[in-house]
């Protein structure tokens, strides 16, 4: 698999059939069916197999091979929604069917529904002939859930079956720098540098490391050297927009962000980010559409909940603000600024008491901070 975003838009070309379970002779417009379905699928005809298998699947209701054939047409039309209970029916027919638990893991991870694909994935990972596929699979879904240590073993373990593959080095390095887990970073970016160090991969992770030691220019050079090579490449423009945001090249970054999201639409940095933009343009309903978008993916992005709370206080809408910032708040209990905010939501509602609380609240997380700020200088 690729990296996060592009995984989303490869994983329907994953899918296989599942073998069907010994049942009677199908008669011959059954057969005729199915032979046109199968044709249909592997030429890429996928609205003419649909339309096959569904023919088949009235003939057959309970047919593993039929249901998931049928998904995988739907699927490959971007219909995961009607693909799903198919590949959930066909594995209550036969539980723990390796091809129907691996498609059906894919169809969640294509929807987004990641706490359902990970189950289905450990599974398929544990089996002692456990491939590539079914072992990345899994790593990338627990990094879409933000259980960093856990996806970079797992990355780890698709690595070793396929050391050369830039796409999980790349995804096993953003694991290890999420966690803090330097060392790991630099194993991954050595290995990349190994195979290939004018790729994207290298210049988006050294990027991201400049970023994060606040060598910005250097980063910028990275990224731009990314883009040259792959400027299709998850990351590129978000990499170079999020660097003109704390430039404060407020115009460029937007049109960075919005490079990425025509690309990758469901990326939830950029969507967070140009969000924050248009807030700070005063377009509080555009920015809600992307705080949104952010947290279909990452419920628990707190700088998109806290936007959010932001936006609806701003489109005068105090009581939708209330959710969303503390939801920012059980992820980081000491964020100060949704305390701030989640007061001014409701004062704005007269919950003059529970306003007064927070904004307190607020407060002496500041000072907190500000004191611990104090003894780290005075300690140098």
Known sequence: MRSLSTCVLLAAALAV????????????DLRLWLAQG????????NAAAEQSFRKALASDPNSVEILNNLAIALARQGRESQAIPLYEHALKISPGDPAT??????????????????????????????????????????????RYPEAARYLARASLLRPSDLPTLYMLGKADLRDKDYPGVTAAFAKIMSIKPDSAEAHVMMGTAYDQTFHEADA???????????????????????????QDRIAEAKTEFEAE????????????????????????????????????????YKEALFGLGQAE??????????????AAIKVDPDYAQAHFVLGTALRRLGRNVEAAREQKISTEIQARQQAKYTRKLNSH
Not at 17 to 28: C, F, I, L, N
Request: aromatic share 8%.
């Open 313 to 326: 206080i701003m489109l005068d809408q105090p009581a939708k603000a209330l959710a969303p910032l503390r």
């Open 17 to 28: 059939a599942a073998p069907g379970k010994a049942r009677q002779a199908p008669s011959a």
């Open 220 to 246: 910028l050079r990275e990224f731009k050297e990314a883009e040259k090579e792959d400027s299709g490449f998850p990351g590129v423009h978000s990499g170079l927009g999020l660097i003109y945001w704390k």
């Open 101 to 146: 638990t691996r498609n059906l893991g894919i169809a969640y991870f294509r929807a987004q529904q990641y706490a359902k694909a990970w189950p289905l994935f450990r599974s398929l990972s544990a089996a002692p002939d456990a491939d590539f596929q079914a072992i990345d699979l899994a790593g990338l879904t627990l990094f879409a859930l933000d």
């Open 38 to 45: 199968s044709l249909a699928l592997a030429r890429g005809d």
């Open 261 to 300: 999201l025509r690309r990758y639409p469901d990326d939830p940095v950029s969507n967070c980010l140009l969000a924050q933009i248009l807030l700070r343009q005063g377009d509080a309903g555009g920015a809600a559409n992307h705080f949104h978008a952010a947290l279909a993916v990452n419920p628990h």
